[in-house]
């Protein structure tokens, strides 16, 4: 039996696989699922700000048609006397309290007040970490990135401060220089960084006319972003780095520990396959380290980063985009092509 044992955010876990934050990570039952399948931590649902105003709103409306009905009614109906941050906070002490691996909780808010707020009332709950999940689409045209970073960087040192739980942050992988933006974070002293989100899209019905609504699932594959972010951070800051987006199995998990990740999170691969698919990634690890005679994590992680290839003088991996790479290496790839006939 291997040991593969990791550490994210100062959080010692088991192996490196958490369940990411989705309606997947919502519900008791399938949290208990997922950590009896091997999950080694869990991250809650995100509380998103937005759906907190649009479900204070609701209640007020209907507060408004209760009142109109009886003034009395509001106090006694059930279903309506709780506000969605109550609501929440409930179901995630709940969950805490039903799981044995380490339970992150998620937190996406637009008023800085509220970051910290809702940050102090979940570190209350016990969870084990929170995940301030940066996101935000572009939905003005008068506000410039400088100004973006420097409110996303202010808030997560003010949340630093103000929490004595590890703090982690969830980024789009679409900032201009993730690197300059990702030291920015750590010297804010985030105790970790997950590469990447992905949103959801907008996507039109050209029959009907309408947009349509779809989940936002990613392909195999699309962990080549993280992993080349993570190669590139690996070594040169202080947080742990989380392999996130299009991880399906044990080998895009592998690739991403040897680029420097110190675990993944998993979200499209357990919508697609159930949560066994936790234990074959499980499975999958403890193989391949059986095969190449690794005992521990820490024993192969950050092997392909670029800080240590560049010790091995190989210096343009991660920094060369790849049709340079490919001209670079013509004699190799476009020898293969010529004998397929091209
Ligand atoms: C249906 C669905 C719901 C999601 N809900 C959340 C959420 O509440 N908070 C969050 O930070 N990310 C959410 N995500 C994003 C995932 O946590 C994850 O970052 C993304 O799907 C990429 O990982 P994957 O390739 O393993 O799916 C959701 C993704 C999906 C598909």
Redesign the pocket.
Known sequence: MKNLETSYMGISLKNPIIL????LSSEVESLKKAEQAGAAAI?Y??LFEEQIQLEDLQFDELKEEYNDIHAEMTSLHPDIDRSEIEYYLVKIRNAKENLSVPMIA?L?AVNDSSWFRYARLIEETGVDGI?L?L?QTPTRFDLDAAEIEKRQIDMVTEVKKQLSIPVSV?LSADYTNILHFAKRLDEAGVDAMVLF??FFQPDINIEKETHKRA????KKG?YKKSLRIAGMLYGRVNASICG????FDSEDMIKLILSGATCI?????V?KNGVKQITEMVRGLEEWMERKGYDSIEQFRGKLSDSVLNKNDNLLVYKRAQYVDLLLHSDTIFGNMQHRGF
């Not at 990411?20 to 309606?23: P, Q």
């Not at 996130?244 to 991880?247: C, D, E, H, K």
């Open positions: 990411g934050a989705s309606e991250v649902k995100t998620s996406n995940e999940n996101y969830k989100n992905s989940f936002n699932f990613s699309d996130s987006r299009g991880v999170q998993t979200v499209s691969a919508y």
